[in-house]
């Protein structure tokens, strides 16, 4: 009997020195997770009557081989399609139609466009619809779309600023664009086509002392804009209350002022505006190619008069020009966005993240990645950062989670048992030739 136990313990030793030794040889493997050998001790059937305090052990087994799934370290890389999980989760991977999860996010992008690893299998996750929403349903193939960005024609201009009230009329009358002395504050926004072609709204203050108000000149180009042939301003009215608020109510909703018509919500609107661009005899001339279908609202609520210099402090337009693909960025939600050079981002999908019950119950299949078993149960496939989903790390690669210190403890360790079980053995032979020697 003491035979087959050394010998079950020199099979524990060597499960121990063989798992040991392929989690220090992982040590370096992007998102592996280090294994433990768990060993239970053998009892042989016990006869009847024989008592429990008497049985001696018929030596070892290897219970489990079971995988750490602690988090590694997350190490920024500066790839925008290498991705970590930072918390809970899998990537789920199409491996030619049969599912797979892993933790290496080694991403790449193939002649197809899809977000795949080097193995080949394709990351998964939710697509956008025709408006950039997210559809949350079922999983597909996330896809890089390199295709150029449209332009998109400016329906609206926010801007906020403020008028200063302390300010006196100018001295110069009438209003000329080209004389500074005429006017007390100017600034210019841009606005765009539907081809993407860029145009510069000019915008003019002149005070009105008299009124409490400010008198407001606008251009495109240094045109009119319902007709470029000519430079004439729209001219339109900012009445102000006495704290310095804009007048809304002395504006009338529906009324045409000046050539911009005014909203119910108080903002104006530029209904007439007419792209334009010179002509080949150098002439300022409609472009019939391009349109501005709707106008172009001016939201201009948030005016001041305020003793303060007269400043602009934000404004917004909803407008681009046509944008090139220069990069990818991937945010903790797992959104994936796409860069243009006309600096505007464009969601093109979400990476999914899968989780389930007993991550102990994956059957591994090589490539740092595991199959679905009846032991782990169903994955549960979310959105990144939301319940007990991990969040992504962009940019970012999860290391090993292998401790090498606490490893070579233990080749140590399993080196000394391997040699108390074969010492075990030998002492056992000894023993059985001197039996024999007797007879």
């Not at 750490?68 to 991977?93: C, E, H, P, R």
């Amino acid at each position: 009997m003491s035979f087959n136990i050394g010998l079950s313990g020199l099979y524990a030793a060597n499960k121990a020195l063989n798992v040991t030794g392929n989690n220090i040889a992982n040590s370096a493997t992007t998102g592996f997770k280090a294994s433990r050998a768990e060993f239970a001790d053998q009892y042989a059937s016990s006869v009847r009557g024989t008592s429990g305090r008497t049985q001696v052990g018929s030596g070892v087994r290897t219970d489990a081989v079971s995988q750490q799934f602690t988090t590694g370290n997350i190490v920024g890389t500066g790839k925008s399609l290498d991705l970590a999980i930072d918390g809970d989760g899998f990537f789920a991977m199409s491996d030619n139609g049969s599912r797979i999860y892993t933790r290496a996010g080694a991403f790449y992008s193939d002649k197809e466009g899809k977000v795949v690893n080097a193995s080949g299998a394709t990351l998964q996750g939710y697509p956008v619809d025709a408006n950039g929403q997210i559809v949350r349903g079922a999983l597909t193939d996330l896809k890089i779309d390199t295709g150029n960005l449209a332009p998109r024609a400016t329906s609206k201009v926010s801007e906020t600023l403020n008028l200063n009230s302390t300010q006196a009329a100018p001295a110069l009358t009438p209003f000329d664009p080209s004389d500074v002395k005429t006017y007390n504050y100017t600034f210019n926004t841009d606005l765009y086509d539907s081809q993407g072609n860029l145009h510069q709204l000019n915008q003019y203050f002149v005070r009105d002392t008299a009124n409490n108000a400010w008198t407001m000149y606008t251009t495109v180009n240094g045109r009119n804009p319902a007709d470029p042939t000519n430079t004439t301003p729209l001219v339109n009215t900012l009445p102000f209350k006495s704290d310095g608020s804009l007048d809304t109510a002395s504006m009338t909703a529906g009324a045409v002022a000046g050539g911009m018509s005014i909203a119910t919500d108080k903002t104006f609107k530029m209904d007439n505006w007419v792209p334009a661009a010179k002509n080949a005899a150098g002439a300022w001339a409609s472009n019939g190619a391009v349109a501005n279908d709707g106008g172009v609202g001016l939201d201009m609520l948030a005016t001041t008069q305020y003793n303060a210099a007269s400043a602009t402090t934000a404004k917004d337009q909803d407008g681009y020009s046509t944008g090139e693909l220069t990069g990818l960025t991937v945010d903790q939600s797992g959104n994936l966005f796409a860069n243009f050079t006309n600096g505007r981002d464009k969601v093109i999908g979400q990476v999914a993240v899968a989780t389930f019950a007993n991550m102990q119950g994956l059957t591994p299949v090589g490539g740092t990645a595991w199959r679905e078993s009846y032991n782990s149960g169903v994955a549960v496939v979310g959105e990144p950062d939301t319940g007990t989903f991990g969040k992504i790390a962009g940019g970012s690669l999860e290391d090993s989670n292998v401790d090498l210190t606490g490893e070579l403890v233990n080749l140590i360790k399993a080196q000394s048992n391997y040699q108390a079980n074969a010492k075990t053995i030998s002492t056992e032979s000894t023993v059985l030739q001197t039996i024999i020697q007797m007879t």
